[in-house]
């Protein structure tokens, strides 16, 4: 039982470039989020997906895509790459679409643009 | 803009020392969530607060919500090096959406 697994876990881009971040969870929660961790900002919310085959934007969603691929998957994908992305990522999990449930988080991924 | 502010942003103290973290706010959440982050890791729920006013411990933890539910405080008794770690607030503004406080860095010295 892995819970919530993040890949990659660090990844260096030139601007511009493109990369898809992976989340996967065993935990068959039907919410799932993407967060960007900076210094002195804690988490941001960038997307979210309270249901499999819905998604809805966060605070920061510009310069970001998602895909809920299924209910155990959902990834993030960042089109052209800037330095202002360099950042932490974490997806989360929770388990029921409203109401103050528990998350759970991923290890993060680790990105650095150049 | 951030909707949660968290003080102080640093915290060092010695062990056996008592201390509090502030998470305040200008809006109304229908729940307030605490956790603890390690290094390198996501962070991990410490207590879930959904009532005004109300309070829960947790071994040495003391958490509460403010009666109008726009502010939450963590206390800390007789903090211990394991105690080390950021602690972040995060309001529930609707089920599905979280805003999480900028985040207090604890330190506890040995």
Known sequence: NAGVTQTPKFQVLKTGQSMTLQCAQDMNHNSMYWYRQDPGMGLRLIYYSASEGTTDKGEVPNGYNVSRLNKREFSLRLESAAPSQTSVYFCGTKAGTTGPYEQYFGPGTRLTVT | ?110
């Open chain 2, 1 to 110: 803009t951030q909707l949660l502010e968290q003080s102080p942003q640093f915290l060092s103290i010695q062990e056996g020392e008592n201390l509090t973290v502030y998470c305040n706010s200008s809006s109304v959440f229908s729940s307030l969530q605490w956790y603890r982050q390690e290094p390198g890791e996501g962070p991990v729920l410490l207590v879930t607060v959904v009532t005004g006013g109300e309070v829960k411990k947790l071994k040495r933890l003391t958490f509460q919500f403010g009666d109008a539910r726009k502010d939450s405080s963590l206390h800390i008794t007789a903090a211990q090096p394991g105690d080390t770690g950021l602690y972040l607030c995060a309001g529930a503004v609707t089920g599905n959406q979280f805003y999480f406080g900028t985040g207090t860095s604890l330190t506890v010295i040995p």
